[in-house]
Structure formats: structure tokens, C-alpha cells
């Protein structure tokens, strides 16, 4: 076990460790909760050592059946350590996604951790033209339970249901941030903004919502130290409509139907040409956004706003390029996405063609 310089325990307060705290949200979350009067001991859980000082590491795989020995004096568990990049493979993301979740749960109720804070996303709750602006925390779970990263989220959302129904003693909080966005957060969301111009579907109202990672992590630390019930929405006030974004993000959009749109990166998908199946695109084309109820009532509030946000995401992703998710130099971006509206006008017309030979 390596440790690093800690901080003398105190009498009162939980001890709570966080998995994934060697960087990104969990990392940032371990040094707010490593200042915290109200905890007594934070213990940094991750596959390596990372910089945060004043907390106890613990360097263990999560997927490892012996973390449960690692957790023998913890309170509360705070699970981070998720994949979610657009780059890794499908099979290998949801492998460690799950079965790391899964390890988390069972070892905390073997352990008798008594609480574990899972954090998920807005995604489960599915993007469609149909959503209310905001989504309540309580609205159904209708993303499709399919390869994407938000059938990840979904398995992780009933293995919490699951969870407190095998293990009475143990309660599990969900927490759905919006498009996170932050140094290091590379999502299919954040990879739109790479591409020379913006893809919207004719039609559609997407209401832009972002969480920065600075502001999931204090949404978590009020989680924890106030015992905040789920689940938990996370995002900044309000939402940005397309004429902000594109004014925002000086990109011209580019404009095409819902079925072409989406036929075309299904089938651009299945040539593996792109990372994520076109259901992904249904988070950049219509509203997604989330209510964040509770946190409000316990007097949290986002440090960031939306357009400061973009605007962030916006320097972060400068000088890189891609297009329906895939990375790819400046010059081919440019290319692709003129032959992408050259696909898609030849694919609409082919379709009304077919359309017409059936009607005859």
C-alpha cells in the first residue's frame, strides 16, 4: 500500500474514497474532500498513483476481487473511474465500465461500506425531440440500451437498482452530470465541436447543457457531506439554444434531414469509419438537458455557466479536428464534411427514387 502524507484522522465525519482519483473529476473531487472539515479520511482509489496530497492512495485495479480488503474502513464510496473516450473499443469500454462498477458494489457491501455515490449521466434519460426542457430528475430512462457509451450508463443505472435490493444495508445514489466538459474529457459531445462546421438535423431544437468537471466535483462534495438523496441532476443553469452556439463557437452549421443524417453515420459506422453508432448523434441533435432539483435545494450551485463552458471546450479542442466523432487532420475534416453533404443529397435522392418505384 503506498501512502502519502496524511493529515491526522478526526473523530468525526466519514471516511470516503474515490476511485479514479489519479486525474480528471476524481482527482479533483479527492483534494475538495482532503480540505473538508466535515471528512475525516480521504482514500484515493486508482491503478495508479497519482499528485493529490493529503489522502491516503491505494493503488488497486477496481475490477480486482480483493478491493473489498482495500475498503475496510470506509463509509462512503465515490465510483469515477469510467471510460468513456470515443477511441476505446466497445467491448473493452463496457467490460471495465461494468465490471468495475460491479466490483465497486459488491466490495463496498462486503466491506460494509454503507453508502456508494455512482456517477452515471444525463445520457440514460435519452435525447429526443420530444423531451421536456429541462428533463425532471425523476423522468424515465429512455436511452436505447445498445453499444453506445449510454448503454454503458444504463447497465451501471440498474446494477445501482439491483444493488440496494441484494444488499439492505447498503444505500447507492446515482449522480446524471450534463456533457461534461473540462481539461482531459474526451466525449463524443466534446468532438462535435471539432468539427470545421456544426451538424444539426433539420428541424430539431437541441438545448445545449453542459457540466464542467470543476462543478461535478463540488456537486459530488455536497453529495457526500450532505447526504444528498438521488438521483442527482448536475449542470449548469439553463441552456443554450443553436443560434448561441453557433454564435458562440463562430461555426456555420450544416443542416440535414433526421433520416438521412442518422442513416448515414449507421452506415458509416458499420464500415467502421466512426467510433460511435449513430444513436450518439441523437445527444447533439436534440435536448438532453436536466433539472438539477436537489443539489439546488441543498444550496449547491454551478460555479460555471453555459457559455463560459462552450467557450472553454472551444480553446480545449483547438487545432483538433473531427468529423461524426472520428479524429482527423484539418484538410480531410474540411474534406469530408463536403462529402458528406454530397452523400447525403445522393442518399435522399435515392431514397425519394425508391420511394417513387414502390408507389408505382
Known amino acids: 500500500m503506498a501512502t502519502g502524507k496524511v493529515r491526522p484522522r478526526r473523530s468525526k465525519g466519514p471516511v470516503v474514497a474515490v476511485t479514479g482519483a489519479a486525474s480528471g473529476a476524481g482527482r479533483l473531487l479527492a483534494a475538495r474532500l482532503a480540505g473538508h472539515a466535515e471528512v475525516r479520511k480521504v482514500v484515493a482509489v486508482d491503478g495508479h498513483r497519482g499528485d493529490v ?63 456508494v455515490v455512482m456517477v452515471t449521466s444525463a445520457m440514460v434519460y435519452g435525447a429526443g425531440p420530444g423531451n421536456a426542457v429541462p428533463l425532471p430528475e425523476d423522468a424515465p430512462l429512455l436511452a436505447e440500451a445498445n453499444e453506445s457509451i449510454a448503454g454503458d450508463f444504463l447497465e ?18 446515482v449522480v446524471r452530470p450534463a456533457a461534461l466538459v473540462g481539461p482531459g474529457v474526451d466525449t463524443v459531445v466534446t468532438r462535435h465541436f471539432e468539427a470545421p462546421r456544426l451538424l444539426m438535423v433539420k428541424g430539431s431544437d437541441p438545448a445545449w447543457q453542459f457540466c464542467h468537471i470543476d462543478d461535478l466535483a463540488s456537486a459530488l462534495e455536497t453529495v457526500v457531506t450532505q447526504d444528498v438523496d438521488g438521483p442527482v441532476g448536475v449542470g449548469c443553469e439553463g441552456w443554450l439554444g443553436p443560434d448561441e452556439v453557433v454564435e458562440i463557437t463562430g461555426k456555420r452549421p450544416f443542416e440535414l434531414p433526421a433520416a438521412v443524417t442518422f442513416g448515414m453515420a449507421q452506415r458509416l459506422h458499420r464500415l467502421g469509419m466512426t467510433p460511435a453508432p449513430a444513436t450518439d448523434l441523437h445527444y447533439v441533435a436534440y435536448p438532453w438537458a436536466v433539472d438539477c432539483a436537489r443539489l439546488r435545494a441543498a444550496g449547491w450551485k454551478p460555479s460555471f455557466d453555459n457559455a463560459t463552458v462552450l467557450l472553454a ?8 479536428h473531427a468529423v461524426v466523432g472520428r479524429r482527423v487532420g484539418g484538410k480531410e475534416a474540411t474534406m469530408a464534411t463536403a462529402a458528406g453533404a454530397t452523400v447525403a443529397a445522393i442518399g435522399a435522392a435515392a431514397a425519394i427514387r425508391r420511394a417513387r418505384r414502390r408507389r408505382r
Open 53 to 115: 496530497p493529503g489522502v491516503t492512495w491505494r493503488v488497486v485495479d477496481i475490477r480486482d476481487p480483493l478491493l473489498s480488503n482495500r475498503l475496510s474502513d470506509v463509509d462512503v464510496i465515490v465510483h469515477l473511474d469510467i471510460e468513456a473516450s470515443p477511441e476505446a473499443d466497445p467491448r473493452e469500454r463496457r467490460t471495465h465500465n461494468v465490471r468495475g462498477a460491479q466490483t465497486v458494489v459488491m466490495s463496498a457491501a462486503a466491506a460494509r461500506v454503507r453508502r
Open 156 to 173: 451501471l443505472e440498474d446494477l445501482a437498482v439491483q444493488a440496494e435490493a441484494a444488499h439492505p444495508g447498503l444505500k447507492v445514489t
Open 313 to 320: 471546450l472551444m480553446d480545449e479542442t483547438a487545432g483538433r
